[in-house]
């Protein structure tokens, strides 16, 4: 089992920055891929920015050189640098991970909001 907890959302204006993070516990040896989603209100969850074992990294299209993933040296904690924000950045941002049992585990959500 591994826990997660996110930290990090609020309230910012247009071109504001905030910097999510999200904190595993639990089985944390097992974990391999980190990933980052959003849900905005009526909206299907979609997939934001993900960080392999090895460093590699990958962005949606809609935040490509916006958002930056990275996580600590002891790969149990992920970050999400999320800079330029705007209103439709506006969501519930949850961390996943991955383990090499191919379990998928989420964390809480939290609460992003750009204002115009």
């Known amino acids: 089992q591994v826990q997660l907890v996110e930290s990090g959302g609020g309230l910012v204006q247009l071109g504001g920055s905030l910097r999510l993070s999200c904190a595993a516990s639990g089985s944390i040896f097992s974990i391999t891929v980190m990933r980052w989603y959003r849900q905005a209100p009526g909206s299907r969850r979609e997939f934001v920015a993900t960080i392999g074992s090895n460093g590699g990294t990958h962005y949606a299209d809609s935040v490509k050189g916006r958002f930056t993933i990275s996580r600590d040296t002891t790969k149990t904690t992920v970050y999400l640098q999320m800079n330029s924000l705007k209103p439709e950045d506006t969501a519930v941002y949850y961390c996943?991970?991955?383990?090499?049992?191919?379990?998928?585990?989420w964390g809480q959500g939290t609460q992003v909001t750009v204002s115009s």
């Open positions: 996943n991970v991955a383990t090499r049992q191919g379990n998928d585990y």
